[in-house]
């Protein structure tokens, strides 16, 4: 095989896996146009279309079908031969990653340390990012959301424990306005909003009762993008939002912040690692992956899993339509 047919082989299976020439270039560092000039230069010289292109999609021709299914096993054991000589080497390098600001606060930055004690040749460049952009297209190695949010081409590994979302507020809000005894009866209540950078839409509260899960509209004066500017409002007595409970226990433990409405909120799954589907994942990556987990989940840590597999049974749960506060 040329050194040109090896690259170009590379190339086809990249933008195979991903279903995508932007997202594939992204992985392999060049241009989309580039990447579209290889593949076509790959398939003259073979004879054949690999790929049907639309201005929307990228789907395998039967013929690339086939191809992929043959150059696969061959790259994957190229990488292996070539991870096996490495065996010795730490992992180094840049790994950059994305995640929501409270996943970093409450999930990462218990882990930093160890993770730079362990691997200090790897360059974490964490990234707070609140939207739900396409990672490969902006450079990102892997990213954190919850399991909802994960694109169904990404291959996702749960690197949290359940979470649970309860509605909170002052006692000196709940003294002057009462306690609310229903979801319903938020109607008549004040209630800080939430709504996502970017999106143009406010967050709707989710609870559920016996097995139901439903949405609410709630109304305030106060919507905010911030969840710790919520979470300070509802502190001040500015009215009622809701938080994630393990992130506030210094809050509810002191009185400073009530408990509302437990019964009607269940836990949920919490939040996922993601990466581009790849024949050879970088070691930097594998390496943060495991002490994440580790350090998050302890025995509990669940391993790699493809998100066509597991996430559609979690996107099931209405509880789940929604974009959880701060995630």
């Known amino acids: 095989m040329r050194g040109s047919d090896f690259a170009d082989a590379r190339a086809f299976v990249s933008v195979a896996e991903q279903g995508s020439f932007a997202r594939a270039a992204g992985t392999l560092a060049v241009s ?30 039967d013929a690339g079908a086939r191809l992929l299914l043959r150059m696969q096993p061959l790259l994957a054991e190229f990488d292996a031969a070539l991870e096996e000589a490495s065996g010795n080497r730490k992992p180094s390098g840049t790994l950059r990653v994305c995640a929501p600001q409270m996943a970093i606060i409450h999930l990462l930055q218990p882990m930093l340390g160890i993770f730079q004690e362990q691997y200090p040749d790897v360059v974490l460049d964490l990234t707070s990012d609140e939207s739900l952009g396409d990672i490969v297209a902006r450079g990102f190695d892997a990213g954190i959301r919850l399991g909802e949010h994960v694109d169904q081409d990404m291959v ?13 507020a002052s006692p000196d809000y709940l003294q002057k306005h009462g306690v609310p005894q229903s979801p319903q009866d938020l109607h008549e209540h004040r ?137």
Request: charged letters at 20%; aromatic letters at 8%; hydrophobic letters at 40%.
């Open 32 to 61: 989309p146009s580039a990447l579209s000039q290889t593949i076509r230069g790959f398939e003259e010289r073979l004879g054949v279309r690999l790929f049907n292109r639309t201005t929307r999609s990228t789907h395998l021709t």
């Open 191 to 327: 209630c800080i909003n939430w709504r996502r950078t970017g999106q143009t839409s406010v967050y709707n509260w989710e609870f559920a009762r016996d097995g139901q899960w439903f949405d609410l509209s709630v109304k305030g004066t106060l919507i905010v993008n911030d969840c710790a500017v919520a979470l300070q409002a509802a502190l001040d007595g500015l009215g009622i939002t809701v938080w994630t409970e393990d992130w506030m226990k210094p809050q509810l433990e002191s009185g400073r912040l009530v408990p509302l409405l437990r019964d009607w909120s269940p836990p949920f799954p919490g939040f996922f690692l993601y990466h581009p589907s790849r024949t050879r994942m970088p070691s930097a990556l594998r390496a943060f992956i495991d002490v994440v987990k580790s350090v998050s989940m302890g025995a509990d840590a669940a391993g790699p899993v493809l998100p066509s597999e597991l996430l559609p049974s979690v996107q099931r749960e209405p509880a789940l339509a929604g974009s959880k506060v701060g995630a």
């Open 156 to 168: 996702a590994v749960r690197v949290g424990p359940d979470l649970r979302q309860i509605a909170i």
